[in-house]
């Protein structure tokens, strides 16, 4: 079964910090690039970061809204992304959804979403 699940979220103090994880199976995870989007009411969902797949995994990308607070990483012995986050605002409040995409020769092209993590900054 082709799925993505993400962990990690929780409430945490302007600040703080928090890492999400999200672990893949049913697909070969280091062939696909791996993202991070997060989702506000009222809002269109947003790129977050993204890194590369398996020989590029040092090609990364941020939105600039999280520039220098965010890190993204992924461990492909374990088939798991993560997002390291830091000084956290309380407009870092959302859902936060992995998502794996691109094609590789052997599994033709994916794109698959998780379910979503809530992620809440408050005092």
């Known amino acids: 079964q082709v799925q993505l699940v993400e962990s990690g979220g929780n409430l945490v103090q302007p600040g703080g910090s928090l890492r999400l994880s999200c672990a893949a199976s049913?697909?070969?995870?280091?062939?696909?690039?791996m993202s991070w989007y997060r989702r506000t009411p009222g809002k269109e969902r947003e790129l977050v970061a993204a890194?590369?797949?398996?020989?590029?995994?040092?090609?990364?990308n941020y939105a600039d809204s999280v520039k220098g607070r965010f890190t993204i990483s992924r461990d492909n012995g374990k088939s798991t992304v993560y997002l390291q986050m830091s000084s956290l605002k309380p407009e870092d409040t959302a859902v936060y959804y992995c998502?794996?995409?691109?094609?590789?020769?052997?599994?033709?092209?994916?794109?698959?979403w998780g379910q979503g993590t809530l992620v809440t900054v408050s005092s």
């Open positions: 998502k794996a995409s691109g094609y590789y020769t052997l599994e033709g092209f994916r794109e698959v």
């Open positions: 049913g697909f070969t995870f280091s062939r696909y690039t």
């Open positions: 890194i590369g797949s398996v020989g590029t995994e040092g090609i990364t």
